[in-house]
């Protein structure tokens, strides 16, 4: 069982920037930032694979960067030039072998 806390959400105004981080509590093959807005289904947002390897949703290419510290099992996202449209609860998302973990997710309002 790995445990997943993220942390860094908050409110922003529009333009902003906030860096989340979700730390796990063992180490994973890959982890994802997910978010969801209410009425919404979640979605990808970014991941990264336990060597680098990054896929992001179009929606944030070029504002947003993941990025990983293994030595630490945590992983970042930085969201920057945000829209209202990045508002949602973050949520990380972290596999290892057969496995799926989540975290119980973080707050992101951005203001317009």
């Known amino acids: 069982q790995v445990q997943l806390v993220e942390s860094g959400g908050g409110l922003v105004q529009a333009g902003g920037s906030l860096r989340l981080s979700c730390v796990a509590s063992?180490?994973?093959?890959?982890t994802g930032w997910y978010r969801q807005a209410p009425g919404t289904e979640r979605e990808l947002v970014a991941a990264?694979?336990?060597?680098?390897?990054?896929n992001y949703a179009d929606s944030v290419k070029g504002r947003f960067t993941i990025s990983r510290d293994n030595a630490k099992n945590t992983v970042y996202l930085q969201m920057n030039s945000l829209k209202p449209e990045d508002t949602g609860v973050y949520y990380c998302?972290?596999?290892?072998?057969?496995?799926?973990?989540w975290g119980q997710g973080t707050q992101v309002t951005v203001s317009s």
């Open positions: 998302k972290g596999t290892r072998m057969w496995a799926a973990y």
């Open positions: 063992g180490s994973l093959s890959s």
């Open positions: 990264i694979t336990s060597v680098g390897q990054t």
